[in-house]
């Protein structure tokens, strides 16, 4: 089953707005990762955070990571039109000697320009 | 460029029928996955393999088979293909020791209609 869950599953802001997308999981993990998807591509990996770190920053990227209440926030700041895409987090967790990924379902972002 | 190569881009099969996936990857990495993404579903595990020489299965293993070729080339078989197959099929890779630090590298997908 899956274990992240993203919320909210869409999002629409205006250009220059900031974005926070929040991801929930259900079992402990060894780090938390987030993707981004354009229309139609693949998946690009955007940042990571490991299990005993709190926040992450990677440009215009904010991660934060609760364990507690097995929770994460994206935030993306002075959003821009390039940054409308679909944005999965996903969890990894170690098994049968690999470490796997488990997607949530995504939350679809539109920047209005 | 460096990375993970998909072939065929797009397919369409009737039902019944049988195809491979292939998949590449020239980053040396000791991992690599199959996932399926459907509409309002994320993307669901298939098979993974996590060096050369071994397979095992993921989520949604059913009416799949894979071979790890080498430690470059992962592929998906459908031996005979259902409407329920239709997705989009992504391939990563990932450096094991690593995976700790770094994330995946995906394909650029395969899209397959099954009618």
């Known amino acids: 089953s899956q274990q992240g869950e993203e919320d909210p599953q869409a999002l629409s802001i205006q250009e220059g707005e900031n974005a926070t997308m929040n991801c929930s999981y259900k079992t402990s993990i060894n780090n938390l990762q987030w993707y981004r998807q354009n229309s139609g591509r693949g998946l690009v990996h955007l940042i990571l955070i490991r299990s005993n770190e709190r926040e992450k920053h990677s440009g215009r990227l904010r991660v934060t990571l609760d364990t507690s209440k097995k929770s994460s926030s994206l935030l993306i700041t002075a959003s821009r039109a390039a940054d409308t895409a679909s944005y999965f987090c996903a969890t990894a967790y170690s098994g049968a000697g690999s470490y796997q990924l488990t997607f949530g379902k995504g939350t679809k972002l539109s920047v209005i320009p | 460029n460096a990375g993970v190569t998909q072939t065929p881009k797009f397919q369409v099969l009737k039902t019944g029928q049988s195809m491979t996936l292939q998949c590449a990857q020239d980053m040396n990495h000791n991992s690599m996955y199959w996932y399926r993404q459907d509409p309002g579903m994320g993307l669901r595990l298939i098979y993974y393999s996590a060096s050369e020489g071994t397979t095992d299965k993921g989520e949604v293993p059913n009416g799949y088979n894979v071979s790890r070729l080498n430690k470059r080339e992962f592929s998906l078989r459908l031996e005979s293909a259902a409407p329920s197959q239709t997705s989009v099929y992504f391939c990563?890779?990932?450096?094991?020791?690593?995976?700790?630090?770094?994330?995946?590298?995906f394909g650029s997908g395969t899209r397959l209609t099954v009618v």
């Open positions: 990563a890779s990932g450096l094991k020791r690593d995976i700790r630090n770094y994330g995946y590298t």
